[in-house]
């Protein structure tokens, strides 16, 4: 760890070895130098100003690989990031300690990015570039890499590209004159040379591709060009709406563009188009007759923001699509695609290779995923190097096919997963895998808390209880709640019981944390005679919470009854996922 800078403070050097949910002190620094640490047996390190009177601190974290056990690591989850009073801790090598991981090895990481109401709900579409230099972020030392993230907003209306920056890839500041570029629909930014070019259909319309050109990150004097493809004829791929796009330039100087485009409403397809060979690109570009590139027949299979070229003859890429065999545009999983045909103008729907064959190596696998619905999405995939590892973000959300009415989890939100070796690594593995923390089965190293009441606490007519609490820590939780209802008096007549998941111990509202939250038993609308000690369960789902600082959220419960009396006893758990 190396700390430069003028300043009067003591900085903490603190240790975990349970991935941040607790820290112990390795020591203090109070001035500038070069301090090595043993990880031996830890997880996590980070630094905090314990006191601070004046200056400027500026800290860096490397982890090494002296004799054993963690490779490519950093200061990892958990640790801070960001300024703290005048002290500026940087990641260094960043992202996650890993032990022998495997090549080809995906860990989820979970939410990264949400939107507000004003953004409708809808944050989706990453793209991910190293800045010339930081625009957001400020006192960043000399050499400490900066991930750069675009993502687009807006559903029915006010669609925007944004703009954040972090130190880590996870924790994001956004620009405070958000956003860089208004209008655009699945929007893709690149970053060839010193210039930075966004591409994107032309709103809602979206009967043509734009692309947006500037020597600034926030696409500041920026050059506009409208239709660089259109759509095609009658009986083409891309006959009715065009889609995600992106703009690469090859090895071999050849300017393409990779873009979606639909035939009918349904399915989408990607195809090609070149734009010539120039310093510059040159528009209008010129569609592929080899068009479409990529496709699943009646399923989706598109959005190539994730292509990347390896060498002069080999191409990778990450795009999302339909379960194999399956028809429509949801839902989505994440696939890998190789291909060693060169240029890219020579590109053919027999050109790439999925490998392994008919198989997701990006699957929905959480609740803000959409897992085991035929609705749920993940997709977008964008794959960027970063602390020696493969940072791929990409858009999540459990119901792509409607207006999102909700933020965070619930609505279309950025997630991330991290590969444990750089992109290319992961796309040269022999296999790549998911993996992700076990739940609940007592092997997870993150903390799992439960509360418990057995004896039935009495209820009042249409009026809320809470039987108990549970405070969360930062972090991601999957919540459930059973409640046990019971007629105490052997003449209840009851209408309805509900339990949920509140942020108040006096509501049940599924807007807090999503449908998933709630759960209600109806009977009748006259209510049901219930006999002495007559008991049923009401459960919610499984409900993922994502928070950023100590929350306490409450098992509610509420029952409808007309006579007699009812009670309520029940359970509240909640395992940390990451």
């Not at 310093?279 to 479409?292: E, H, I, L, R």
């Not at 369960?537 to 007309?562: D, R």
């Amino acid at each position: 760890m190396s700390v430069s800078g003028t300043f009067s403070a003591t900085l903490t050097v603190a240790e975990s070895n349970n991935g941040g949910r607790t820290w112990t002190s390795a020591g203090t620094v109070s001035a500038a130098g070069t301090t090595t640490y043993s990880t031996n047996g830890f997880s996590d390190l980070c630094v905090y100003a314990s006191a601070y009177t004046s200056g400027n601190a500026y800290v860096a974290i490397q982890a090494g690989t002296q004799g054993g056990g963690f490779g490519g690591g950093g200061s990892g989850g958990g640790a801070p990031s960001g300024s703290t009073g005048a002290v500026q801790t940087n990641n260094g090598s960043g992202g996650f300690a890993s032990i022998n991981s495997p090549a080809g090895q995906w860990q989820k990481v979970g939410m990264i990015m949400g939107a507000s109401a004003a953004e409708q709900f809808v944050a989706q579409e990453p793209s991910m570039i190293s800045p010339a230099s930081p625009v957001v972020l400020t006192n960043v030392a000399s050499g400490v890499p900066v991930c750069g993230m675009y993502w687009d907003t807006g559903y029915a209306s006010g669609l925007a590209t944004n703009y954040a920056e972090s130190l880590d890839c996870k924790n994001f500041t956004p620009y405070a004159s958000n956003p860089v570029v208004s209008g655009l629909l699945h929007t893709t930014v690149t970053k060839i040379g010193s210039t930075y070019y966004m591409a994107g259909a032309n709103g809602l319309s979206a009967t043509g591709i734009t692309v947006v050109s500037s020597a600034s990150p926030l696409f500041t004097s920026p050059t506009t060009t409208t239709s660089v493809v259109g759509l095609g004829g009658t009986g083409a791929f891309d006959h009715l709406n065009l889609g995600n796009a992106v703009l690469n330039r090859d090895s071999s100087g050849l300017w393409y563009l990779m873009y979606d485009g639909q035939a009918t409403a349904g399915n989408w397809a990607t195809g090609l188009a070149t734009c010539g060979s120039s310093t510059t690109p040159t528009f209008p570009c010129t569609k592929s007759g080899n068009n479409p590139i990529f496709t699943f027949g009646t399923g989706t299979l598109g959005d190539l923001r994730s292509i990347r070229q390896v060498s002069s003859s080999l191409y990778y890429a990450w795009p999302h699509g339909t379960p194999v065999g399956a028809a429509g545009a949801v839902p989505t999983d994440g696939y890998f695609f190789q291909t060693t045909v060169s240029p890219p103008s020579a590109w053919t729907n027999s050109s790439w290779t999925m490998v392994p064959a008919n198989t997701s190596i990006l699957p929905r696998s959480m609740p803000d995923e959409g897992v085991g619905k035929t609705t749920g999405q993940v997709a977008d995939f964008f794959p960027f190097d970063f602390a020696g590892k493969c940072f791929m973000a990409h858009t999540a959300t459990p119901d792509g096919t409607v207006a999102p009415t909700q933020g965070g989890p619930a609505g279309f939100h950025i997630d991330l997963a991290i590969g444990q070796q750089p992109c290319n690594t992961m796309g040269a593995a022999a296999a790549q895998s998911l993996t992700q923390p076990s739940f609940s089965n007592g092997l997870s190293p993150f903390a799992f808390l439960r509360f418990a009441q057995g004896t039935p606490q009495a209820l009042t007519n249409n009026t809320f209880l809470s039987p108990g609490s549970l405070t969360l820590t930062p972090g991601t939780w999957l919540v459930q709640v059973l409640g046990q209802f019971q007629d105490t008096s052997g003449s209840a007549v009851v209408q309805f019981t509900q339990v949920c998941i509140g942020k108040v111990n006096n509501a049940c509202d599924a807007t807090d944390f999503g449908i998933e939250s709630t759960n209600t038993v109806t009977f009748s609308s006259a209510g049901a005679t219930m006999a002495s000690g007559f008991a049923w369960n009401a459960m919610t789902g499984n409900v993922e919470i994502t928070v950023s600082t100590p929350t306490t959220i409450f098992f509610n419960a509420f029952a409808g009854f007309t006579a007699g009396g009812m009670g309520v006893a029940g359970t509240m758990t909640a395992q940390q996922i990451y």
